[in-house]
């Protein structure tokens, strides 16, 4: 059996960094109302990309960002919340604004609008300190015993130098906007653990709390806000900050 190494880690990288909240990646589209960009589906580069040319090309620059998303790969989070705060745009999220939605899209903005049923979802981030790997493991599980073994070294050292390298830029683009970097990995602590990982399938935070971890100015629309279930057989804990 032949594998693609490159491709291979790059299909790791997609599992690790994708939203486990999804059932399946959305295309999705971005477009522009008057003041208010809006992006809809998993983060993509063409869809990121998308946005940045609409945004360019407007006369008036619109000021707001109107978002549903169930996150996607941890770079391009990054590249659309840095964007997004280099731009001074305030959120609005009505819905739901999951994965690396949350963990690098919401917390860039200025003011930060909610309905007040919205979902703000984690399930860890780039510096998150484990990742399920065993998917990695089986794909060689047809090889020779010893050769098995050096390529799943081999796998494992070039996903733990991706990690490397993310993980700083994580804690740079947290640093950047003032927000305390264990946003993305409270709700990993062992405490937890105690909710059902078949029902659990991640966390939020009461806006009241976000504040504590640097994510300021926000406004639930009709408040007050309250926990929704995501989808069926698929809810958020809520992680409260001391």
Same mark, same amino acid.
């Given at each position: 059996m ?11 990288? @997609?599992?690790?960094s ?5 059932? +399946? ?10 003041? @208010? ?6 983060l993509?580069?063409?869809?990121? +990309? ?7 090309e407007?006369?008036i ?18 590249d ?27 917390p ?16 860890g ?18 090889? &020779?015993v ?9 796998l ?18 947290y ?18 653990? @105690? ?11 009461? &806006?009241?709390?976000f ?10 629309s009709? &408040? &007050? ?5 995501y ?12």
């Amino acid at each position: 059996m032949k594998v693609n190494m490159k491709k291979t880690v790059l299909s790791f990288l @997609v599992v690790m960094s994708c939203n486990v909240l999804a059932d +399946e990646l959305d295309i999705g589209n971005v477009s522009q109302e008057g003041m @208010v960009m809006k992006y809809y589906g998993t983060l993509s580069y063409e869809l990121n +990309e998308k946005l940045f040319k609409l945004y360019e090309e407007a006369k008036i620059k619109p000021s707001a960002l109107y978002i549903e998303s169930d996150g996607g790969d941890v770079e391009l989070g990054m590249d659309l919340g840095d964007w997004v705060y280099e731009k001074n745009l305030d959120i609005i999220v009505d819905s739901y604004c999951l994965s690396s939605c949350a963990n690098y899209v919401f917390p860039s903005a200025n003011h930060k609008t909610l309905g007040n049923q919205a979902l703000i979802g984690y399930h860890g981030g780039a510096n998150s300190t484990s990742f399920d790997t065993s998917a990695i493991d089986d794909m060689y599980k047809d090889l &020779p015993v010893e050769e098995r073994k050096e390529k799943q070294r081999e796998l494992h050292l070039s996903i733990k130098e991706y990690q490397k390298r993310v993980g700083a830029r994580e804690l740079e683009f947290y640093q950047k906007i003032g927000v305390k970097p264990d946003l993305a990995t409270l709700g990993q602590q062992e405490k937890y653990t @105690v909710y059902d990982e078949n029902i659990y399938v991640g966390w939020t935070y009461r &806006p009241e709390s976000f504040a504590k971890l640097g994510v300021n100015k926000i406004k639930v629309s009709s &408040p &007050p806000w309250m926990l929704s279930d995501y989808k069926e057989n698929k809810r958020l804990y809520i992680v409260e900050v001391d």
